[in-house]
C-alpha cells in the first residue's frame, strides 16, 4: 500500500471544510437561552464576594511571601504570579460591568471600580467601551476590541508597522512591557477573537446581528488557569449572555451545545498549562492581516511578503 499524500483530508477535516461558519443560523437566540437552566441565570451575590475574597487571600500571600524572601531570584516569579491572579481581579470586575457579578447595581459599580482601580484599570470607562464590543462583536463597522483593519489600510503601512505588527506582535508586547501584569489582558482577548484552526468571518451592514457576531468568538481551555481566572475561557456563552454569573458558564456552554451544533467550536484541551494557545497565537499574528475592503462577509486574508 502506499503512503498516504500530502493532500489526503481526513473525513472529520471534509466535514469541517463543507461547513460554513458565516452560513445564517438555523436557530435563534430565544432557543439558546430556552436550553439554559433557569438556575445558570441566578446572581448570587454572597457568591461572587466569595471568589473576590479568594483572590483576595492569594494576593495578599503572595505579597507577603515576596516580602518574607526578600530575595531579587523571586520577583520575577512573583511579578508573573501576582500578574496572574491581578488578571482575576480583572475577570470578577468584567462580571460587575455586565451586571454579572450582582443583582444590585450599586454593589456592581462599588467592587468593579474597587478591583479595577486596583490593577490601573478605569472601571467605568472600560465597561461602556466594553458594552460597546458585546453588542457590536464581528462588526468590521463598529466593534471596538481587536477589529480587522481594512485592505486599504493595510495596504498604506510602513514596512516597520508592518514588521513590528505582524513579524514582532509589538502591540501585544508592548504594554505588557511596561506594567508585565496586563500581559494576560491581551492574550485571552485576542485568542477569544482570532486564532482558530477554520478562519472565521467578519460581518458588515445588513449581514451583521448580535446573534451571528456572538457566534464567532472561541472558547478556550487554559488549563489549570481555567479555575483562577474563573472559567473567562468559556466565551461564546459569555458574549452571547453576559448575564449569567462566571461560576455557571460551564454548565450553561453544555445546554447549549445541542441547540449551537456545529457553530459552538469545541476548544483543544489543554495540558496542566496552555502552551498550544501560544502556536495559535503565533499563527494567526502570521495569517490575519486584513480583511477585504469590499462584501459584507469577509474573512481575514494573508498578506504573502510578510510570511
Known amino acids: 500500500m502506499g503512503s498516504l499524500g500530502a493532500d489526503f483530508v481526513s473525513p472529520n477535516d471534509e466535514k469541517e471544510l463543507e461547513f460554513d461558519p458565516s ?17 445558570c441565570w441566578v446572581k448570587n451575590p454572597w457568591r461572587s464576594l466569595s471568589y473576590v475574597l479568594r483572590d483576595v487571600v492569594v494576593v495578599s500571600a503572595l505579597l507577603a511571601l515576596a516580602l518574607f524572601l526578600d530575595n531579587w531570584k523571586f520577583w520575577p516569579v512573583y511579578w508573573v504570579l501576582q500578574g496572574t491572579m491581578f488578571w482575576a481581579f480583572f475577570v470578577l470586575g468584567h462580571d460587575c460591568g455586565h451586571g454579572s457579578f450582582s ?65 514582532i506582535p509589538f502591540p501585544l508586547l508592548a504594554y505588557p512591557i511596561y506594567l508585565v501584569f496586563v500581559m494576560w489582558l491581551d492574550f485571552v482577548t485576542y485568542l477569544h477573537h482570532h486564532g482558530y484552526e477554520q478562519k472565521l468571518p ?3 451592514g445588513k449581514e451583521w446581528n448580535y446573534l451571528r457576531g456572538g457566534l464567532t468568538t472561541i472558547d478556550r481551555d487554559y488549563g489549570i488557569f481555567n479555575n483562577i481566572h474563573h472559567d473567562i475561557g468559556t466565551h461564546v456563552i459569555h458574549h452571547l449572555f453576559p448575564q449569567i454569573p462566571h461560576y455557571h458558564l460551564v454548565e450553561a456552554t453544555k445546554a447549549a451545545k445541542p441547540v449551537l451544533g456545529r457553530y459552538y467550536r469545541e476548544p483543544k484541551k489543554s495540558g496542566l498549562i496552555p502552551f498550544h494557545l501560544v502556536g495559535n497565537l503565533v499563527k494567526s499574528m502570521k495569517q490575519d492581516h486584513y480583511v477585504s475592503d469590499n462584501g459584507d462577509i469577509v474573512f481575514y486574508q494573508t498578506d504573502p511578503k510578510t510570511l
Open 103 to 167: 443583582d444590585s447595581a450599586f454593589l456592581n459599580s462599588v467592587v468593579g471600580h474597587i478591583l479595577h482601580s486596583f490593577i490601573l484599570v478605569p472601571y467605568h470607562g472600560w465597561r461602556i467601551s466594553h458594552k460597546t464590543h458585546h453588542q457590536n462583536h464581528g462588526n468590521v463597522e463598529a466593534d471596538e476590541s481587536w477589529v480587522p483593519m481594512s485592505e486599504k489600510l493595510y495596504k498604506n503601512l510602513d514596512f516597520a508597522t508592518k514588521f513590528f505588527r505582524f513579524k
Open 23 to 39: 452560513a445564517f443560523p438555523p436557530f435563534k437566540l430565544s432557543e439558546i437561552r430556552s436550553a439554559i437552566p433557569k438556575h
Open 202 to 204: 467578519w460581518y458588515r
